[in-house]
C-alpha cells in the first residue's frame, strides 16, 4: 500500500512539475514575515494565495515564456520583483508614496488597496486597456451625471411622505455604497487612522477608508487609478478559471437592467457550458476553441485571446472590453453605439442633456463611435463566431440582432411619447419643468420599459440568440404591457378629467 | 519522471479502450476531405464532433450491441455506411433529393440543415417517436391557430400609438424568428443563392435559407420533416450527456409561462442534482436508477429508457415525450388532458374556438385523450417514481398535484368572470366583439393569471412537489394579487362611471 | 492491460481504506431483511443508503474518532445499535411505541417517518439544537398565528368572485402541504389503515398518514417531535457534502421573501463556490478554512464547525441556526431582533397583535433578544469572516448591513403610513375594522414592500454584500415604485372623490 500511496503523491508532483510550477522559486524576505503572522490569522487569504500562480512563480520566470503562452505583458519587471514570487509584498509595498492609505506595519510601508496601476507593473497591457475600459469610468459615469442622478435618487433615496405627496431625500454613504457603486465602484478615501488591539501583537495603528471594502469595477483607489482587478480575478487567487466563468460576470450582469448571465444561462452556449465545463481546460493560455472548449463564456467573447487547432490568432487578448462591441444595448434611453470616450459624462444629446441618445431617440452622434468602427468592432466579434458556426448563420443571427436593437428602440419611442403625452398634459411633472422624469409611479412603469423590458430582450437577442427569456421574462411580454398601463393610465385620467398636478 | 508520464497516458488510452471506441473504424473518404478544410475553419465543430461517439464507431459496430444498450433502433441501415464513422459527410449528403437546400460544394451533394428524416437512418425509432411527440408540431400549433396568433401579436408585434391609443401591427420575420418560434421552430425556405469569397478556396455559391439558424423542436424543415434533433443532442456532439441533463431542457423551459428548469431547480430533485451530479453516469444506456443517478433530471421522467439494480425495465425510452403525461399543465386558458393528436390545429372548444378548453373552464374533450389513456400515463410516469418512493409517497404527492391542477384552473375561473364583465360592461373590447381578447392593459393583466402564475403554480407542483416557488415566485401570491387587481380596475371604473369603450 | 486495470481498482479501493470504511463491520439481520426486498424495489433509496457513510460504519466505530472529527456527538449508543452499520431497521424500527405510524411489516414493528428523537440516538446534539432552532418551529409559528393565517388565506385560499367583490374561502389540505407548509413542515396525523397488494409478496397493510409525504423544517411527526433531519440531510444519503452546498438551503430559501440562495449566487461568495467548488473537500469535519474550500457556502457561515490552519476552532458548529444571527432579517413587517423564544406565538406587539414589531415600526422587544445577545451572536458571525478579511473590511460590511436594516425599515414606515392614510380615509379595510390588512388589491401592493423588496435588499446586504440583484431585481427600484405605486392609487381616489367603501 504505501508503494501505491507513493505513486500517488508523486504523480501529483509531477502534474505540477508539468505545468511549470517550481518548489524552487524563492519568497521574499518581507513575503516570508507577512506569512509568519497572517497564515494564521488569514488562512483563507494565504490559501488563496499559495493555490495560485503567484505563489509559484517569479516574473522572470513568467518572461521566459515566449509567444502567445506569455501571461505577463510588461517588457520589463522592477529588479527586485523578479526573482522571488509574487508574494503579498511584491503588491502591497509597491509604489507606498503613491497610496494615500500606506501607513507602516511591522515596518514595512504597507497599503491596504492594491490597484491597477500596482497590477501593471507585470500587466502593463491589461492595465493600459483597462483604462480605455468604459467599466474603469463606471464611477464618475455615474456620480459626475446629473441626469443619471436623479434617477439614482428616485431608486436608492430616502422617501418622505407628507401631505399627500413622496419626495426623495439624497441616499447615505453605505447605501451608495452598497447599491450603485458596489458594481460601479466607490470613491475611495482614507479619513483618519485608527489604533486597533490586534490578538497577534497588540495594538496597532490603521488607516480608515472610506468607500472600503470595495471591488467594483470603476472603484477609484487612492492611488488615484480606476477599477479593480479583484473584480474579476477574484482577490488573492487571481485566477484565470475564474474570470472566465461566466459566475464572475453574474455579479454584476443578472439583474433585469443587465441580464447578461441570466439569459446565457438559459442559451445553447450556457447550456453546453453548464453540461460540459467539468472537463474544459480554463487555464490554457492561449485559450484554444474546440480543444480547451466547446461553448463560448462571456470572456471568450468579449476578452480572451483566443486561436484555432492550428494556434493561429482567432481574436487578440483585450481588457478594454468594447473593442469587439459595436453596440451599446443598455439603453440610455435607447440602444446606440459606443461612445468614444470611456468617460462619458461630457457626452450632450441635442437637448443638452448628459444622454447619449435624445428623448425621440436620435443618437448623439458626435459622442458615438462611426459607422467604420462598429464595423471594425463587429468583426471582431464575429471572428470567434465562425469557428463554430457558418457564415450564413453567423449573418443571419447578427441580422436578427440588429433587427432587436431597432425594434426595441421603436418600443421605447413608443412608450416615451406616451410619457411625453403625461408631461404635456400635466399628469406628471418631467424634465420640461425642470422636474426629475423618475420620482413619480407612472414615470418609473416608464422607466420599466426601457431599464428592464427593452434591455433583456436585446440582451437575450445578444447572448442568447432570443429564446423565451426575451419574450416572457423580462422581455417583449412585459415590454407590450408596459406600453398598454401608460396608455391605460393616461387614458383614465383624460376620460376622467383628473385635474393636472401643478 | 519519463515512465510516469508514459503510464498516465498508457493508462488514458486503456481507459478509451475499455468504453469501447476503437481507433480502427475509418472515416469515409468523403468525411475525410470535409475534414481537411473545415478542421481549420470550424475546430468547435469538428473537435465536438472528434468528441463524439459518432467519430469513434460505426453503424455495423453500433448495430452488433445486443439488449438494452443498443443505440441504434433501425433494423437495417443503408450499406454505405454500415462500415465508416458517422462523420460530416454520412449526415450532410444524406436523401439529398429530399432537401431544398442540397448545392454543389466542391463535387458533392451537401445540404446544409440536418433533419429528423436523415437521423432516422440509424434511429428509426426515436424519429417515428418524436414526429408524434406535440413539440415536433410546435411550428404549426402556433402559427396556424388564429387564436394564438392574436396572442402573438399582443406581444411581439409592432406597436403604434395613435389618438390616445395603441395599436398592434404584425411582427416581422426577425422578430418572430428570435421570440416565439426560437423554441417553436422556425419554417425553413430557400430564397436564392448567393456567392460568397471563402478564405479557404475562393468563391463558392451557397443557398439562401430563410428561417435560419434555429434548432426550435418544431422547425419546419427543408425536406418538410419536422423538428431537430439537435434542439436537445446540441449540434455536432450529439451527446446523450447533455440531452439529459437539466440545462438543455432550460433553454425554452425557464419563463414564467413554462418554469419547468426553475421550479426543478429548487426542488429536492434539483438539490440532489446539483449537488451530487459530478460523480454519476449520464452516459450509461439503459439508465440504471440509484446506481448512475440518484435523483432524476427531465429526461428520466420524460424520455429515458430506465431500469433498475436487476436490469429490469422500469419505462420504455420514448421520444414521444407526452408518453407519460396525462395532464397537459400548460394552461390554454385552463389545464386540461393533453390533446389526442399531436396537430393541435382542429381543436375546437364548444365556443368554436381553438382552444382544448373554453373560457367557462370546460374541456374540449372530442379532442383530448380520456381517463383510460390519462391513468395508462400516469402508471408510465409513476412507475419511475417508486423506485426511490414508497407507494404512500407517490399517492399523496400525486394527489395533490392534481389537487393543484383543480384550484388552479378554479382560479383562473374567477380571474376570466372578472374578465368577462370587465368586456360585457364594456369597459375593454373582447371576443364577443371580433376584438382580441389580448390587446389592452386589463386583458394583459388577465393574461398574468393564466399564463404565468396558474402555471408556475402547476409547475411547481409536478416538478418540485410545490414549495416557495408555487407561492412566492409568480405562483400563488401572485395569482391571488392579479385576480385582485382586475376586480380593483372594474371597481374604480364602475364606481366613477368611466364611459364605456366603444 | 489487465495488471493497469488491477491497479486501478487496487487505487480505488485504497482510498476507500483511507477514509475510513471498512467493509467488515456487518449489517444487522433486520437490516438484510428489509434490503432483500427492498433493493430491488426500491434500488434509488438503497443505493443512496450504499453510498452514505451509514453503510459502512457502526455507531462504536464512529463513537471511537477522537477530537473534532467526532461525528457522534451522543455519549452513549443504545448497545444493540453499537456494532452494526446504520441500516433500514436501526433507524425504522427504533422507538416503536413513540411513533403513532409504527405497525406491523413482516413481523417488524416498523414506522415509517424517522424523526429527529431517532436521529437523537446517535447526534443528541445536534437535535437537542435544532429543538431550539427556530425552523423547528415553523408549523406552529404560521399555523399557530391568527395574524399571518390572514395573509396565509389571502394567498392561498379560494376566491370567490360575487357582486362585484372577491372574497378568500379557507384554503384545502392539500394546498396547505403543497404551498406554505412544504417548508414549514405539514402536522402528520395518521388517520386509518389500508390494505395495499404489493407486487413483491402480496397483500399488506400500511398506515394512511395525513399530510404525507413531507420534509419541511417543523414538520410535526408521529412521536410529536419538530423537524425532519432530511430536509437538509436528504433522505437515506444523510449527505454533509449535500448540506453543506447552497443548493440544500435553495429548496426554501430562493423566492423574492427570502431570496438567500438567489443573492448568495450572484455574490463575490457565489461566484468562487459556483466556479471553484468542484474541487473543494465538502466532507471535512472539522471545515477547515482555506483548506477545504476557499469561500462560504451557506453552512459555512451558519451552521457548521469551522477551523484554522492550526486547527484551533473558529466556530463552533451549531444547528440552532440563530446562534449566530443578531437580527431576523425577514420583516414581520419590519427587520427586528431575533426573537428570544423559537416559538414565536406568544409574541404580543403594543398594539396586541401577534407580530414582533408593531406597524409604527417599533420592536416587541420584551420578546426579542437584547443587545448584549446581539453583540454575542455577531461576533460569532464575524469570527468567519475575520479568517479571509481584515477587520475594517468586515466592520464595514457590517456598518452597511445594518444601515441597510436601518433604512428598508424606514422605507417600509413610508408604505406603511400611505397604507395607513388608505385604511383611515375607508378606501380598504383594514385591522382597525377587524377586516384582514392582507385581502384587498392595495394592500397585497403594501405587502409587496415589506415581504419581497424590503426583503430581497436586505439578504442582498446580509449575503452579498450589496449588488445589483439588491437594487433592479425586487430590491430598491422596487421598493421605491411600489411605495409611489400605493401613493398613485390613493391620490386618484382622493383627487376624484371616489366613495369610501363601507
Redesign the interface.
Known sequence: ?KK??YL?F??AF?IN??IGMSEDTPISEATAECLDCH??????????WQ?SRHSKISPKQAMAVTGLARKVSSDTVPENLQNVVVGCAECHLLRPKAHADTFDHNGYDIH?VVSPDDCRACHSQEAAQYSKNIMAHAYKNLAGNNFYLHHQR????????TD???T?KES?D??R????Y??HGTKLKVTGKEI?DTEAVGELE?P??EG??N?GVGRVNLDGSLGSCSACH?RH?F?I??AR?P??C?????????PA?KVY????H???F???N?SWNFKAVPW????DF??PTCATCHISLLV???EDVVTERTHQMNNRLPWRILGLIYAHPHPKDPDTTSIRNKDGLPLPTDFAGGFASDYLIGKEEMQIRQEAMQAAC????????VK??W??FE??IK?TN??TL?AT??MN?IWQLGYARGPEKQSSPF????E?RWADTW??YANTTRFA?AMG?????????D???HL??A???L??W???????S??QQK
Not at 39 to 48: C, E, K, Q, R
Not at 177 to 180: G, P, S
Not at 288 to 291: A, E, L, P, Q, R
Request: proline residues 3%; aromatic residues 10%; negative net charge.
Open positions: 500500500m501505491l500511496i500517488i508523486a504523480w509531477l512539475a508539468a497564515s494564521a490569522i488569514h488562512p483563507g487569504i494565504v490559501n488563496d493555490n491596504v428616485s431608486i436608492i433615496g430616502k422617501t418622505e411622505y399627500g405627496a413622496i426623495f447615505d453605505a447605501t455604497a452598497e447599491a450603485c458596489y458594481c486597533r490603521f480608515v477608508i472600503w471594502p471591488q477574484t487567487a485566477s478559471e475564474m466563468k459566475y464572475t453574474k455579479e454584476c450582469h443578472v439583474g433585469p437592467d443587465v448571465y444561462a438559459a442559451s445553447k450556457g447550456n453546453i453548464s453540461a460540459m467539468k484554444s476553441i474546440g480543444k466547446t461553448a484555432n487547432e492550428e465562425l469557428n463554430c458556426h457558418g457564415s450564413s448563420w443571419g443571427q441580422n436578427r433587427n432587436t425594434t421603436a418600443e413608443t411619447k406616451i403625452d420620482d413619480e409611479a407612472v418609473k431599464l428592464f437577442s440568440g432570443g429564446g423565451d427569456y426575451g419574450v416572457f421574462a422581455g417583449r411580454y407590450s404591457k406600453i398598454m398601463d396608455n391605460d393616461l387614458t383614465l385620467r383624460k376620460t376622467m383628473v385635474p
